[in-house]
C-alpha cells in the first residue's frame, strides 16, 4: 500500500473523497482507469460496421464518448445484454464479435490527467477481487477475448507471458494475474487499498454550503479496516461525496436451509475440495464427495473431482433434459468440458449402467438430512429415500451478495425491496445510463450487483458511472 493510501485510512478527519469504489474485481478496475484520466475517443479513421451507431458518432466528432448522450448513442442496440450503456461500450471495444468477427475497437485512448477524478478503490483481494479465490486451472466460462479491460487485450497481454488460450478460453488464474497486471501497467496501483474490508457505509448529513452555492449532496461515511501481515487489523473511517459498490456476487453463498448443513464437512465452495484433495481427506479409495447443484460451479467440482479419480454423488432437483439447465445455452463447440459433464449426468443416473467408472447423478432428488456419521438422506422422485455414505459435501446452488455493511443490508435498494437482493432476479435498481441508485442520491451500483453478470459488459457500467461523475465535477463552483 502507498503511503498516500495509508494517509487516507489513517486520517479520519481529512477532506471528504470525491469517490470510494467498494470492490476491486473487473468492475472497480475499469471504473478507477477511466476515473484516472483515461478517455475514449473514436478513431478518426475508424468506422462502425452498425450504420445507425456509426451515423450518431459522426455528429460529434472529436467529443469523447464520456461527454455525449449515453441514452442517444446506445439508442437501437441489441445484444446479449440488457443494459443499454453495457451494449454500447461492448460494440464500441468489440464491434462485431458476436457474429464471429475480429473487427478492432473503434476507440483510441488519451490519458488527460486534469480529467482524473481522485478515489479510492477498497478490497479484500488483490486487485482482481474474487478471480484470486478461483482455482487456478479453471477455464473461463467466456471467451479469453471478453475477459479484456480498456486498451490491453487478454490475447496480447498472454503472448508477451507466452501463454496461450485454450479454445479460445483462459484460466481463471491467468486472468487474475491479468487484472492485477493490469492496474500496474495503467499506473493505477496508488488508487488500490487490498486486505480491506468495509464494515458500514453511512449516508452523513450532507456539508455546509457557501452562499449561492448549489444544494449541498449527501456525505457518506465508510468504515472498516485493513488486515495486516501479522494479522492486525487497523481501522479506518473515511468520508466521501459518492460511494460505487462493486462488489460482485460471490460473498454470501446460497443456503439449502436443511439439518446438519453446518456440520464442519458441509461446505459452499469449490476451494474445499482443493484442499480435501491436497490433504488427502478425500481420494479415489475414500467414499464419495457429494456435490449438490446443476450449475457451472458444480460442474467445475465434477471436473476437478473426477481429474484426481475422487468418486462423486452429484445431485440436482431438476430434470436432466430441463431446457432451462444452463448447459442447454453453451454451444458444445466452445464448452466440450460442459457438456461431457451434462452427457455423464443424463447416462449415470442411478437407475441406469454407465461406463463413467466413479460417477453417479442424482437427478430430480432433494436433499432432506445431512447427519453427523456423515450420511445424507435424500428423497427420490417417486418419493423414496435413499441413504448415501460421503466423504464430503459441497453444496454448489449459487450466492447472493453480501451487502450487510449498508443499511438494512441493502434490502431498500433492490428493485423489489420485499424480495431478497439477487444480481439475476432482483438486482439494485439503479438510473440505465448513469448507473446511479434510484433510491440514494450520490451511490451507485455496478457489476452483477446492478445485473451485469459478464466481464464484457460491466465495462459499461463503468462508462455509466464515470460519465455520471465527470458531469458532478463540471458542476461544482469554482
Known amino acids: 500500500m502507498s503511503n498516500r493510501r495509508k494517509d487516507h485510512l489513517g486520517a479520519s478527519s481529512s477532506e471528504p473523497l470525491p469517490v470510494i469504489i467498494i470492490g476491486n474485481g473487473p468492475s472497480g478496475i475499469c471504473l478507477s482507469y477511466l476515473l484516472s484520466g483515461y478517455t475514449p475517443y473514436v478513431r478518426p479513421d475508424a468506422v462502425h460496421p452498425h450504420p445507425l ?18 441514452d442517444y448513442l446506445s439508442e437501437g442496440l441489441e445484444g446479449r445484454c440488457q443494459s443499454p450503456v453495457a451494449l454500447l461500450f461492448d460494440t464500441l471495444l468489440r464491434p462485431d464479435t458476436d457474429f464471429g ?5 473503434i476507440l483510441t ?3 488527460q490527467k486534469e480529467r482524473a477524478i481522485p478515489h479510492l478503490v477498497l478490497g479484500r483481494n488483490p486487485p482482481g477481487g474474487a478471480w484470486h479465490s478461483i482455482e487456478g486451472s479453471m477455464v473461463t466460462l467466456s471467451q479469453g477475448e471478453w475477459m479484456g479491460l480498456p486498451d490491453l487485450q487478454v490475447k496480447d497481454w498472454m503472448c508477451k507471458k507466452r501463454r496461450g488460450l485454450r479454445n479460445s478460453r483462459a484460466t481463471a488464474g491467468d486472468i487474475a494475474h491479468y487484472y492485477r497486471d493490469y492496474v500496474i501497467r495503467k499506473g493505477l496501483s496508488h488508487n488500490f487499498v487490498s486486505s480491506a474490508t468495509v464494515t458500514a457505509v453511512e449516508w452523513g448529513t450532507p456539508e455546509p454550503s457557501s452562499p449561492g452555492a448549489r444544494d449541498p449532496s449527501p456525505l457518506f461515511q465508510v468504515s472498516g479496516f485493513v488486515a495486516a501481515e501479522d494479522q492486525s487489523q487497523q481501522p479506518f473511517s473515511l468520508r466521501a461525496h459518492n460511494v460505487v459498490l462493486a462488489t460482485g456476487t460471490s460473498d454470501s453463498p446460497a443456503r439449502l436451509g436443511v439439518p446438519g448443513e ?7 465452495d469449490l476451494s474445499a475440495l482443493e484442499a480435501a484433495t491436497r490433504a488427502g481427506t478425500v ?8 456435490i449438490i447443484g446443476a450449475g457451472l ?27 432451462g439447465l444452463v448447459f442447454n445455452q453453451l454451444p458444445k463447440m466452445l464448452y466440450p468440458e460442459y457438456h461431457k459433464v451434462h452427457q455423464m449426468m443424463r447416462e449415470r443416473s442411478i437407475l441406469s449402467p454407465s461406463p463413467y467408472e466413479g460417477y453417479r447423478s442424482l437427478p430430480e432428488h432433494q436433499l432432506l438430512l445431512l447427519k453427523e456419521d456423515r450420511q445424507a438422506v435424500f428423497r427420490d422422485p417417486q418419493g423414496l429415500q435413499k441413504v448415501f455414505g460421503v466423504a464430503l459435501v459441497l453444496l454448489l446452488i449459487g450466492s447472493h451478495p453480501d451487502l450487510s455493511f449498508l443499511p438494512g443490508a441493502g434490502a431498500d435498494l433492490a428493485v423489489d ?3 431478497p437482493l439477487s444480481a439475476k432476479r432482483n438486482p439494485v435498481d439503479v438510473d440505465p445510463f448513469t448507473y446511479q441508485s434510484i433510491h440514494q442520491e450520490g451511490l451507485y451500483a455496478m457489476g452483477p450487483l446492478a445485473g451485469d453478470n459478464f466481464v464484457r459488459f460491466v ?13 458532478k465535477e463540471a458542476r461544482k463552483p469554482p
Not at 459 to 471: D, M
Open 53 to 70: 451507431l456509426q451515423r450518431k458518432l459522426s455528429e460529434a466528432p472529436g467529443v469523447s464518448i464520456m461527454d455525449q448522450d449515453l
Open 101 to 105: 468477427g475480429s473487427v478492432e475497437s
Open 109 to 111: 485512448w488519451r490519458h
Open 262 to 268: 453446518g456440520l464442519p464437512f458441509v461446505h459452499h
Open 283 to 290: 481420494s479415489p479409495s475414500s467414499d464419495p464427495v457429494l
Open 297 to 323: 460451479s458444480a460442474a467445475d467440482a465434477v471436473l476437478y473431482a473426477r481429474h484426481y479419480g475422487v468418486p462423486v454423488i452429484h445431485a440436482f432437483r431438476r430434470p436432466v433434459d430441463d431446457p
Open 417 to 419: 425491496p420485499d424480495q
Open 459 to 471: 465495462q459499461g457500467g463503468a462508462l455509466a458511472v464515470a460519465s455520471s461523475l465527470l458531469r
